[in-house]
T-cell receptor
Framework: GAGVSQSPSNKVTEKGKDVELRCDPI?????LYWYRQSLGQGLEFLIY????????KSGLPSDRFSAERTGGSVSTLTIQRTQQEDSAVYLC??????????????????FGPGTRLTVL | AQSVTQPDIHITVSEGASLELRCNYS??????LFWYVQSPGQGLQLLLK??????LVQGIKGFEAEFKRSQSSFNLRKPSVHWSDAAEYFC??????????FGAGTRLTVKP
């Protein structure tokens, strides 16, 4: 498709299990973001990938969270030993390198539909 | 530290009334500014953005926002609210390192 896709759309897991969330960005978009939205809360930045640069992991809440981006395209967010407080909607977004004058995406980042994670 | 503040968690307005949602940011330089809307069960949709130039920006669905450097604000406005505008609204700020941060959101309820 033409948009950002995420899978699964819903994930229910037991406390202590590991989960993997997948994001397929728009083709050609070099920037990829992961955000988390807890119930009734705003968006919490988790991690940002830009091309081949080292990712900005400053938003990851604990060392149980990790993310990788293979081949500059698909990204996987992994949560190890899940806790109930990890329950949230995990959103992925992608964009061109729109801060650089050479490549300007007037639409800004496009968001995927999210993965709703429930930890029992 | 870079931050985005939406002071109002929840706002209720009557249908047909005017609306203003507040957004303030902290950043040393001119940021890139966005407003997104999230309807119930839907993803985030971009309403409008400011990169440079005219500080009054027009967006979709009749929304507009004004960048005021002196106040570090980017408030969203609409002259006449429709019931379909009920949603969660997020202000976002982009920085020169390609980072992007969001406010906590303002939930808009529209009374008949």
């Amino acid at each position: 498709g033409a948009g950002v896709s995420q899978s699964p759309s819903n994930k229910v897991t037991e406390k202590g299990k590991d989960v993997e969330l997948r994001c397929d960005p728009i083709s050609g978009h070099t920037a990829l973001y992961w955000y988390r939205q807890s119930l009734g809360q705003g968006l919490e930045f988790l991690i940002y990938f830009q091309g081949n640069s080292a990712p900005d992991k400053s938003g990851l809440p604990s060392d149980r969270f990790s993310a990788e981006r293979t081949g500059g395209s698909v990204s996987t967010l992994t949560i190890q030993r899940t806790q109930q407080e990890d329950s949230a909607v995990y959103l992925c977004a992608s964009s061109l390198v729109w801060f650089m004058k050479l490549a300007f995406d007037p639409q800004g980042p496009f968001f995927g539909p999210g993965t709703r994670l429930t930890v029992l | 530290a870079q931050s985005v503040t939406q002071p109002d968690i929840h706002i209720t307005v009557s249908e047909g009334a005017s609306l203003e949602l507040r957004c303030n940011y902290s950043y040393g330089a001119t940021p890139y500014l966005f407003w997104y809307v999230q309807s119930p069960g839907q993803g985030l949709q971009l309403l409008l953005k400011y990169f440079s130039g005219d500080t009054l920006v027009q967006g979709i669905k009749g929304f507009e926002a004004e960048f005021k450097r002196s106040q570090s604000s980017f408030n969203l406005r609409k002259p006449s609210v429709h019931w379909s505008d009920a949603a969660e609204y997020f202000c976002a700020v982009g920085y020169n390192n390609n980072d992007m941060r969001f406010g906590a959101g303002t939930r808009l309820t529209v009374k008949p």
